[in-house]
């Protein structure tokens, strides 16, 4: 938990530059491994199968050290139990990295649809369609369902990120690159192989069943899905990771942190001692 508020502390200090970039890849790497896990359940007839290969999107994303909106909904909000960061520099993340997100995702989206379509020369091959009739479930279809699918959605956002944080922590507890990897996949496996909501691969999924011609109107997109699935996703790693970890060990994390700075008190920027240790 002292790494997970450490890390809200350095994500406060990133430019916009550097929190654009890293949510574009990870909005990128989430739309290919997407596109993997689709066609890999297409082409076997086994869905388990693309849930299982879909995590190495976001193991990346870990490794890397790049941006997932849903994994600082956990860390910014224990950064802020822990007063390490302010809520308009919570708020600064959370919105240029939605919007670096979306846009790696809007390029995926037309990057795929391009080639499933055969650079527009055919009808969208049976990857194409699974993608629409998907994107057609996670909008249109709420819709239609009026406030049950709009709960539904919220709860399903909830449980979806309460496993993709869980990953975000285990990720930051090992120190090994194959820990990292053997840790993180579990979580994120289970929320595909569960039918959860990720507002970043909803992203995906809407904008390319767009871009292949699904009818999916603006309103459908933002309104029955990004506004209930974030929504769902805040609560499901703001409350039930970052917030109930906090709780629990927040007395050694404010420990810890302010021995530390005890500790670099006491030294200058070049390391040399400024008063007496005692």
């Known amino acids: 938990m002292t790494a997970t508020v450490k890390a809200g502390e350095t994500k406060a200090r990133l430019s916009i530059k550097d ?11 989430l739309g290919v491994a997407t ?7 297409v082409q076997s007839g086994i869905p388990f199968l693309g849930a299982a290969l879909f995590p190495w999107g976001f193991v990346s994303i870990v490794i890397f050290g790049m941006e997932l ?12 139990w822990a007063g390490r960061v302010s809520w308009n520099s919570t708020l600064r993340n959370w919105l240029w990295v939605y919007l670096g997100n979306f846009l790696g995702c809007l390029l995926a989206a037309l990057m795929i649809s391009y080639s499933l379509t055969n650079a527009g020369t055919i009808e969208p091959n049976a990857v194409g369609e699974q993608i629409m009739n998907i994107a057609l479930a996670k909008s249109v279809a709420v819709r239609e369902m009026g406030l049950n699918g709009f709960t539904l959605f919220i709860v399903r956002g909830i449980v979806c990120n309460f496993l993709v944080c869980m990953a975000a922590m285990f990720g930051m507890v090992s120190k090994s690159v194959p820990g990292k990897i053997l840790t993180c996949w579990w979580p994120i496996m289970a929320f595909v192989a569960l039918g959860m909501e990720h507002i970043v ?4 999924f809407i ?6 011609g699904a009818p999916i109107t603006g309103m459908d997109m933002v ?5 209930p699935v974030t929504i769902g996703n805040i609560i499901g790693g703001g409350i039930f990771i970052g917030s109930l970890l906090y709780f629990t060990h927040g007395s050694r994390v404010n420990a810890t ?17 400024v008063r007496p240790v005692r």
């Open 35 to 41: 596109t993997l896990a689709v066609t890999v359940s």
């Open 207 to 212: 904008l390319t069943g767009m871009a292949l």
């Open 223 to 227: 309104f029955w899905d990004f506004l």
């Open 201 to 204: 691969v909803n992203m995906f």
């Open 19 to 29: 929190l654009l970039i890293r949510g574009f890849y990870s909005g990128m790497a």
């Open 257 to 273: 942190l302010s021995a530390e700075s005890a500790v670099n008190s006491v030294f200058d920027d070049d390391g040399q001692s």
């Open 69 to 80: 909106v849903t994994g600082n909904f956990a860390i910014f909000a224990a950064a802020l």
